[in-house]
């Protein structure tokens, strides 16, 4: 369906983007992968779409999704470990890319839904990645939206990285909380960076995703320090999966060199931009979002 057409669709479906709703009704369901349980929600029958949450966060953040995916492809969103609100099952020791890449490809091989679709955002996009890097037959796409890969910054100019690191001083609040031992000021602080708003803006974001980020802001000291595993853009040019990565318009120098070094590693990738937002589009721009997802699950 072309691109206009998709959204005149959407318009009624997603006319609640910008309103507030509620996102915690939805019945869940669980499933035991690598020792441990994970929720997840899922909606809808056809191609299976793995919706895998951003850090602190989980499922919930793609509620706003689920009802124009499911009309056409089987919705499923899930909580990886550690994250959502439920007991951890250990001290956090285990928190890593690598556990949570190895839960999501067994998250599939569970649900018997290989190969599956997956979409990202942020954190997430290096979780996905190592899935299709380390089990390519459990992926047949991939959307991103501004993917974290930090090792990818390694791979630009001396001045790219230089202007990346000065850029970096905006989470020094955040990571003041963070010593500080305030979990939650820290999160505010963090949200605050990377959506490029002014002291005090979190309080100004929907009110489902502060809920959400409160919930998950005991994860930040563990997903602070840990350091995911290297991707090359080497590693990237052997991705045969069709992938759509997309970015703000405003994006900022960290994720803008990441989704332009990803589109121009892979050679199945393909770079979008939408209009008007920065690392927030998947909260702002929820129906422009979701036409490029359906487009790209269309065409692929």
């Excluded at 951890?88 to 949570?100: A, K, L, M, N, R």
């Excluded at 100004?204 to 563990?222: F, G």
Aim: proline content about 7%; overall charge negative.
């Amino acid at each position: 369906m072309p691109r206009s057409l998709t959204m005149l669709a959407l318009s009624s479906i997603l006319a609640l983007a910008g309103q507030p709703f509620t996102v915690f009704a939805q019945q869940t369901s669980s499933v035991e992968v690598n020792g441990v349980t994970l929720t997840y929600v899922e909606e809808g029958e056809g191609s299976p779409v793995v919706f895998v949450p951003a850090a602190i966060a989980d499922h919930r953040i793609w509620e706003p999704y689920r009802e124009a995916i499911a009309r056409e492809h089987r919705f499923i969103a899930y909580t990886q470990r550690y994250f959502g609100t439920e007991p951890w099952p250990d001290d956090g020791e285990q928190f890593s890319s690598e556990t949570h890449a190895a839960d999501l490809a067994a998250f599939i091989r569970a649900l018997g839904i290989g190969p599956a679709y997956l979409v990202t955002w942020s954190y997430s996009g290096q979780v996905a990645s190592q899935v299709a890097l380390e089990h390519p037959e459990l992926v047949r796409g991939m959307v991103h939206y501004e993917p974290s890969v930090p090792s990818l910054v390694a791979e630009l100019s001396e001045a790219r990285q230089a202007a990346i690191a000065e850029e970096g001083k905006k989470y020094d609040r955040s990571m003041a909380a963070l010593v500080a031992g305030d979990a939650e000021q820290a999160t505010r602080r963090f949200i605050e960076a990377a959506f490029q708003r002014s002291p005090g803006g979190f309080d100004q974001e929907p009110e489902y995703m502060r809920t959400i980020w409160l919930d998950n802001a005991r994860t930040v000291p563990a997903g602070v320090s840990m350091t995911p595993p290297a991707i090359t853009c080497e590693d990237l040019a052997t991705l045969e999966q069709p992938t759509l990565i997309l970015k703000g318009e405003h994006s900022d120098l960290f994720f803008e060199s990441i989704a332009d070094t990803m589109a121009q590693c892979q050679p199945q990738a393909e770079l979008q931009v939408i209009p008007g937002v920065n690392h927030d589009g998947p909260v702002h721009a929820v129906e422009p979002f979701t036409a490029a997802i359906l487009d790209f699950l269309a065409e692929h």
